[in-house]
């Protein structure tokens, strides 16, 4: 019975690590809700071990720290069972306040700064489904996507997920309709990419665990991927690549270092001491992108 315990205890190990395995080898090359779906699945699986540690630190102290260091195994014996399960239990806890917590911030946002439906920009395809584009009344500069969950009240109530792009009468002032329209594809681009839904859960997670600093590399990481890939799509969907590249140099120009952070995922993606050098990064891969032979030759290329 002791080794079955013992090997039902490895199973989330593994699974962590052949998550973490195809998360390294999918994130170059796989499509961004595949490569979200599994991050979720990795950063799930490593907030159970987690806090499955923290809990053996918190039952036994330094000397448990001691005894794992000298024999990890102790950590997979029957004994050790209880801590894996509340481990579990408060892992779930974690996620499923990081989820309310979105959902609360996102709301709060949009009725402490008042929201207001937006026309869609007449050039861009209109999304289906229960995508809106709203405008807030905000001086900063700035452009967001996030999903509320709501419900539906012409009978069924049933829950659906309210994909929501946002934009500040501050950006409307400093871009032209053609920058405008770019912006508004690249955030289009994060809600049919899925970042919309997992990439603000991501930020929020991590920010509710500070002191983890696997949770903060992966959503770095996640959001400048899905920054770039989101670039590329919107070039490509409105091809101009040039417009969105002025924009993102009007709005990092105008963004106090500081403002980024009372917005979810927003228009320049990084928060802190790296984002102007990942910002300019993509300013120069959207201008590579307009050199380049297909949008040179293109008919509405810039």
């Not at 330094?62 to 209880?82: C, Y």
């Not at 402490?112 to 807030?136: A, D, K, Q, Y």
């Not at 994060?190 to 600093?213: G, I, K, N, Q, W």
Request: charged letters at 20%; a neutral charge.
């Amino acid at each position: 019975m002791d080794l079955l315990i013992s090997a039902i205890l490895w199973v989330p190990v593994l699974a962590w690590a052949a998550a973490g395995l195809g998360l390294w080898v999918a994130f170059p090359r796989s499509t961004s809700p595949q490569l979200l779906r599994l991050a979720t699945i990795f950063v799930a699986l490593w907030a159970v071990l987690a806090t499955t540690a923290l809990l053996w630190i918190v039952a036994y102290g330094a000397p448990g720290i001691v005894t794992l260091v000298n024999d990890p195994l102790a950590a997979f014996t029957a004994s050790a069972l209880p801590l894996w399960f509340f481990g579990a239990l408060g892992a779930f806890a974690v996620c499923g306040i990081a989820f309310l917590l979105n959902q609360i911030a996102g709301r709060g946002l949009l009725s402490v700064l008042g929201s207001e439906p937006r026309p869609w920009p007449s050039r861009l395809p209109r999304p289906t489904g229960h995508t809106e584009l709203l405008r807030i009344d905000h001086d900063a500069p700035e452009a967001f996507s996030f999903t509320l969950v709501a419900w539906d009240r012409s009978g069924s109530g049933r829950p659906f997920r309210r994909e929501l792009i946002v934009v500040s009468r501050g950006l409307e002032a400093i871009l032209t309709p053609e920058e405008l329209e770019a912006v508004v594809a690249h955030e289009l681009a994060h809600v049919e990419d899925l970042d919309s839904r997992y990439l603000t859960f991501f930020r929020t997670f991590a920010r509710m665990m500070r002191f983890d600093p696997v949770l903060s590399f992966v959503a770095s990481r996640l959001t400048d991927r899905e920054e770039f890939e989101a670039d590329r799509v919107a070039a490509h969907s409105t091809h101009r690549p040039v417009a969105l590249a002025r924009a993102l140099f009007k709005v990092l120009e105008a963004t106090a270092p500081s403002t980024g952070a009372s917005f979810p995922v927003g228009l320049l993606g990084r928060e802190g001491a790296r984002r102007r050098t990942v910002v300019l990064a993509r300013i120069v891969r959207l201008l590579d992108l307009a050199e380049s032979k297909e949008f040179r030759e293109g008919p509405a290329g810039e």
